[in-house]
């Protein structure tokens, strides 16, 4: 599993606990886990925390549902999708502050793309 090669900061370190949040929510409805990850959940948390660092919007970064390119490959987009199918509902009981913060974040729509962006690769 790739690490970072440094911690998330600001918007996208808050992108990446309500992420968290909602895999952990998937992983102990569909996986039986408690309080760790199954293999499967931790290598998409991996990968969607990657995408992250190399967003090339940075700390404007738009949510990913109103991105113009998604970054993701298909497999784990499709993941995605129904992980926030499954979790988002719950998420306002569980989390409120992250879930409102998201979609006030959701509302917002992507900025243009900054000139020298990082390649999403
Ligand atoms: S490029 Fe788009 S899909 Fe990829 S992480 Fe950034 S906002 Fe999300
Ligand atoms: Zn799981």
């Not at 408690?34 to 970064?61: H, I, N, T, V």
């Not at 409120?96 to 000139?115: D, I, N, Q, Y």
């Amino acid at each position: 599993m790739r690490q970072l090669p440094e911690p998330l900061t600001g918007v996208l370190k808050r992108e990446h606990q309500t992420m968290t949040a909602m895999v952990r929510l998937w992983c102990r409805g569909h996986h039986n886990s408690d309080d760790d990850l199954c293999p499967e959940c931790r290598e998409f948390l991996a990968f969607a925390a990657f995408r992250l660092y190399k967003c090339p919007y940075g700390p404007s970064k738009p949510t990913c549902s109103r991105c113009p390119i998604h970054c993701y490959k298909p497999v784990m987009r499709d993941r995605a999708k129904a992980i926030m199918r499954y979790a988002g509902p719950r998420m306002l009981f569980r989390h409120p502050l992250l879930t409102v913060r998201h979609l006030l974040h959701e509302r917002r729509a992507a900025p243009p793309l900054p000139s020298k962006r990082k390649s999403p690769h």
